[in-house]
């Protein structure tokens, strides 16, 4: 979530097993009309060790571009805090970047292009080590 600007959980909320575990600023009620149920089945965070072997935190993938939609729809209707429309901002600027990128890997895909350019990017390594 370090992308939305939340680096850390408040003090005090750590990980739990019991319900749904949104961050904490999914908890705010003025959000609570915009996140479905299908957000809370996949807000469950997933332990993970660190390249430095360190215990964290994670969530699911599909779980960011649901959190951009809620603050989306949540601007649209204008019921955001003015703390949260920090995080709106950066939630559509991610939306529009994941669009972009899924746009260009389903282009790719129906196209055969992908195999092109790993060819491309195998050669241009190979020329380099020349």
Sequence with gaps: ???LGRIRP???RQYYRSGPNLPAFLTVQSLKPFIGEDLFAMADQIEFRTKQGVKAFGYAPNFLPKVCDVFA?????GVLKATQHDIANRAQIIAKQLARSCTKRLIDEATS????RETQTQQN???REE
């Design 1 to 3: 979530m370090v992308g």
């Design 10 to 12: 408040p003090k005090g």
């Design 73 to 77: 729809r949540a601007q649209h209707a």
């Design 113 to 116: 292009y992908q195999e092109i």
């Design 125 to 127: 390594t190979y020329r």
